[in-house]
């Protein structure tokens, strides 16, 4: 039965051009508009125009007026209500895609950056797989709707299609529109579980890196930026320019500097989960990392943004 | 591999408290348009149940328990057999189908069971213009669908919060905005020329005129104040001691009760004068007689002609009906009687009334052949011999008219015209009684004459040598201000319990003009005035397929409007950028489409190495453009104006690759 589904769909969206025209993946923002906008009665819909008729039918054999004008506003509302269903989706614009921090095999959270037209659109509902988050947006408001996307590989990962569709307001029809965002999101790779700490070079011990500390350890000239009370007055009266204490503390963390190389004898995605795990380990200590990759070579760095880097060059790997 | 469904069902939460809130009030609202026929005890217990519902998914929450749902439909049927005799007809129907409304409430649950019971709804609300079709039933019905639609709309998730009384406004707007595309509906919906199904008539009891008369049987119709009739005349209205209604001639007296007989054959002839032609819209009343003034010509096209020139309706008249009729003021009716006719109205049963019988024989030894002295004789007696007009005369016995002529001496003019025939067929003229209305409240606003139940009255016709079958009124010896003023003059002087003031009797006729228009428009639209509506525009007989074809003008016109108002869009603001888009959608079509972050300059430049011929201009554009955007922060309007016009006469040719 499903099979059967698949290839009708197939079918139709071979056959259909007007269907399938917004199935190519599409630049943001995307404006709902009448040429992408279906709407077909829901079930209660049908069930509501056979009332409708048996209503139609009886005051028309008993030729009771009162009754047939009754029905007569009934349908009217009816048909009314399919231009509100649509109203409630025309110019719709999905304006952004946030994408959150995610590991492969986790669910990422998008946030969907919804703005509204010249009027509110109320009762909308997103459909991911069977995700379904309702939401309204008030006229040229925004709305920032949030889904969780299923991953299961690190790397750019295609936004799936969107269904935006409404029952807005009395639930007689079903008005949606597709929207195949043209954006990718970055999924980072998976840490492996367990497993051997970077061996350090010995060598690389003795050129501990000192930071900012205590203990001067030298002088150097003045750069725009430098807190005034670094600066060492009485060496400068003896200089045309201004000099500035460097202060020196040896690391509290030894840094990590991870290679692609030094993994030569496992695979590629082992390699990367292991960096992965490395990476984090890091993180959570503060310790200061660094990165060669094929790809591309960081310097040393810590902190949130410098792991995200990282993270995302290994999501990037080949 | 994703699923694929066309119909998404939705999961089905439980129901919110507003939606409950708002089904309630529905089923409270059609219980209400439907208790005028309900009989009281089951209106209040379904509405205590309604209550009772409310109160304890409010208070205790949940479903309520299964365990009563069984019995309290047994309990439904059960009260409505007893009442009715029967589940099924009109009556027993709806009591039946608003009952089980107000049960669904009690397993509403899901918006899904929300959703049927407001459909139902709006079903049953239906039903209840089966019973009435009255202008101000079929607004208040109109009314009951706004809870019903808005609880449609408070099923929707993410819908704007608002208080409940404000839920119902968006329903109002619908209604409002589909009210045209509903009338056009109503109009060109072609109507069914012959029921599908058999439209049996209702048994519903209604106060009106009945086929058979004995006196007293008029009070309950002379203290209804309800509309029997409006009758609009084509040229002068006739003046009020002309407006003699007759529904009914009854010949057969049994010394307690007139009726009709069985009386069949050909209308009798008639010579007349100038006829009135006139419409009367006939107000339901369940009987099978249309009033016609006296006398009347010919047959409406809903009815035929008895034989003494009384209109019979084809069929009860269940529904409000229009019928147009001439009839002449000035006539001969009937000027030969033959023998078998002139016995019918002559016979009296032979053991009743002694002295009335005799009193007749007297006055005919009295006057000798003139008959017409001896009607004279007995309106002398009427008007002289101390008798009056009331409606709550003394009960009478056995012999009915002897009491009332020679004992109690009050009635009303089913008395006065019973005793009168009695007396004429006891002097040997041919005499019967009609039943019909007289008089009318004439409103001048517009121009009709509003007839009520009150007007009902019954006179007398005696047959004369030459003149034929000639109308005699004894009321109006007693009182003539009862032929002269109307009804209501009469009765509000004789019942002094009940006396309104003047003001409101005008009042409500004066509203009596809307009820009017809503049964000859609306109510009166049957099929031949729907194949008569297009004779302004030269079609006289408009067709079924003419109809639907301007229903479906009709309905694309709505369509179109409604297409207009959804996809309408506040004009840009920013008049450069829409210039702007204007010469972009150009450029594109010439096969220069502005790239996703491009600035004006780089794609006027590219659009000018693409068009050489079009260089200049573009660079003029470019060089307007980028002034009028980053030049100035408030650009001066002839640079716009400028701009504008010359995006305007931008016509690139396409690039021939």
């Known amino acids: ?318 | 591999m994703k699923r694929w469904r066309l119909f998404r069902r939705a999961r089905q939460q439980p129901l919110e408290r507003r939606p409950f809130d708002l089904l309630s009030l529905t089923i409270l609202v059609v219980l209400g348009v439907h208790a005028p026929h309900l009989p009281v005890w089951l209106s209040l217990g379904l509405a205590l149940l309604l209550g009772m519902r409310w109160l304890q998914r409010h208070r205790l929450g949940g479903r309520a328990p299964a365990y009563l749902k069984l019995p309290l439909i047994a309990l439904l049927a059960a009260a409505v057999i007893s009442h009715y005799g029967t589940l099924f007809g009109r009556e027993p129907g709806s009591a039946l189908a608003i009952g089980l409304l107000v049960l669904k409430l009690f397993e509403t649950e899901s918006p899904r069971d929300a959703r049927v019971g407001a459909a139902f709804a709006c079903f049953v609300l239906m039903a209840a213009l089966l019973f009435d079709q009255g202008m101000v039933e079929t607004i208040l019905v109109a009314f009951g669908l706004l809870p019903a639609l808005a609880t449609l709309r408070a099923l929707q998730p993410a819908r704007p919060q608002t208080s409940l009384p404000r839920e119902l406004l968006p329903a109002l707007g619908l209604l409002l905005i589909s009210l045209p595309l509903a009338l056009v509906a109503f109009v060109f919906v072609p109507r069914l020329s012959s029921p599908l199904w058999g439209t049996n008539g209702n048994t519903q009891a209604r106060t009106g005129l009945s086929p058979d008369m004995s006196p007293g049987d008029f009070f309950d119709l002379l203290t209804d104040d309800r509309p029997a009739m409006r009758v609009t005349f084509e040229g002068t209205p006739p003046p009020n001691t002309q407006r003699y209604f007759r529904a009914y001639v009854l010949s057969n007296y049994d010394g307690r009760t007139w009726n009709r007989g069985d009386a069949d054959g050909s209308p009798a002839v008639v010579a007349h004068g100038p006829a009135i032609r006139y419409t009367v819209v006939l107000e339901a009343n369940g009987q099978r007689v249309l009033p016609a003034l006296d006398v009347p010509l010919e047959a409406p096209r809903e009815g035929h002609l008895g034989p003494d020139r009384e209109v019979r309706a084809d069929r009860p008249v269940n529904d409000p009906l229009v019928y147009t009729l001439s009839s002449a003021p000035r006539y001969q009716l009937q000027g030969q009687l033959d023998a078998r006719a002139r016995q019918r109205d002559l016979q009296l049963p032979a053991d009743f009334d002694p002295r009335a019988h005799a009193l007749g024989r007297r006055w005919r030894q009295q006057f000798g052949d003139d008959d017409q002295a001896i009607a004279q004789a007995a309106l002398k007696l009427f008007h002289d011999g101390g008798f009056s007009y009331t409606l709550s005369p003394a009960p009478l016995g056995h012999n009915a008219v002897d009491e009332f002529l020679f004992g109690t001496h009050e009635g009303f003019c089913e008395h006065y015209a019973s005793s009168f025939t009695v007396l004429m067929r006891a002097a040997g003229i041919p005499a019967r009684v009609v039943t019909g209305y007289q008089g009318g409240y004439w409103n001048d606003i517009a121009s009709y004459l509003l007839v009520r139940q009150a007007d009902a009255h019954a006179w007398s016709e005696i047959w004369l040598a030459g003149r034929g079958w000639v109308r005699v009124d004894p009321t109006a010896a007693v009182r003539p201000e009862r032929v002269s003023q109307g009804a209501a003059a009469t009765n509000a002087a004789t019942s002094a319990d009940w006396a309104p003031t003047q003001w409101w009797l005008g009042w409500r006729n004066r509203w009596d003009i809307v009820n009017q228009w809503w049964n000859q428009g609306v109510i009166g639209f049957d099929t031949l005035r729907q194949h008569g509506l297009l004779t302004p525009f030269g079609v006289h007989d408009a067709s079924e397929g003419l109809l639907a074809l301007l229903l479906a003008i009709g309905a694309s016109l709505s369509a179109a409007l409604g297409l207009l108002w959804a996809m309408w869009k506040r004009p840009d603001a920013d008049q450069a950028r829409t210039a702007m888009q204007l010469l972009e959608k150009r450029l594109a079509a010439a096969g220069v489409a502005r790239r996703h972050s491009e600035g004006p300059q780089h794609f006027f430049s590219r659009a000018a190495r693409a068009l050489p011929s079009h260089r200049d201009t573009l660079e003029h554009l470019m060089r307007t453009y980028l002034e009028l955007r980053y030049a100035h922060d408030e650009p001066p309007a002839d640079l716009l104006k400028n701009f504008r016009r010359a995006a305007r006469d931008f016509r690139p040719r396409r690039v021939v690759k």
């Open chain 1, 1 to 318: 039965m499903e099979e059967a589904i698949r290839r009708f769909r197939l079918w139709a969206e071979r056959r259909l051009p007007a269907l399938t025209r917004y199935r190519r993946p599409e630049d943001l923002p995307i404006v709902l508009h009448r040429r992408r906008i279906y709407i077909v009665p829901t079930g209660f819909g049908a069930a509501f125009t056979v009332l409708l008729l048996v209503m139609l039918l009886g005051a028309l054999n008993y030729t009771n007026n009162a009754a047939l004008m009754l029905t007569c506003l009934l349908g009217a509302a009816t048909s009314a209500s399919m231009l509100v269903a649509f109203r409630s989706l025309n110019d719709l614009r999905l304006t952004a895609v946030r994408q959150s921090e995610a590991i492969a095999g986790e669910p990422m959270v998008l946030h969907l950056v919804f703005t509204g037209g010249d009027h509110a659109h109320a009762s909308i509902h997103v459909e991911m797989d069977d995700q379904i988050e309702a939401f309204a947006v008030q006229a040229r408001g925004e709305t920032v709707v949030s889904l969780n996307l299923p991953t299961q590989h690190r790397g750019w990962q295609p936004l799936p299609r969107l269904k935006l569709w409404t029952h807005w307001p009395l639930g007689l029809f079903h008005a949606w529109s597709w929207i195949y965002p043209d954006q990718s999101v970055l999924v980072w790779p998976r840490p492996e579980v367990g497993g051997p700490s970077p061996s350090l070079p010995a060598d690389d011990e003795k050129k501990q890196r000192l930071h900012q500390g205590e203990d001067i350890a030298a002088l150097r000239a003045y750069r725009a930026g430098d807190p005034q009370r670094h600066i060492a007055w009485k060496h400068s009266a003896r200089h045309e320019h201004l000099l500035v204490k460097d202060f020196e503390q040896p690391e509290a963390q030894e840094e990590w500097r991870l290679d692609w190389r030094q993994l030569a004898q496992l695979l590629p995605e082992a390699r990367i989960a292991r960096l992965a795990r490395w990476l984090g380990e890091a993180e959570v200590v503060g310790r200061p990392t660094s990165l060669w990759l094929p790809s591309e070579d960081i310097g040393l760095g810590h902190g949130r943004s410098h792991y995200a880097h990282c993270m995302n060059a290994l999501a990037r790997l080949p």
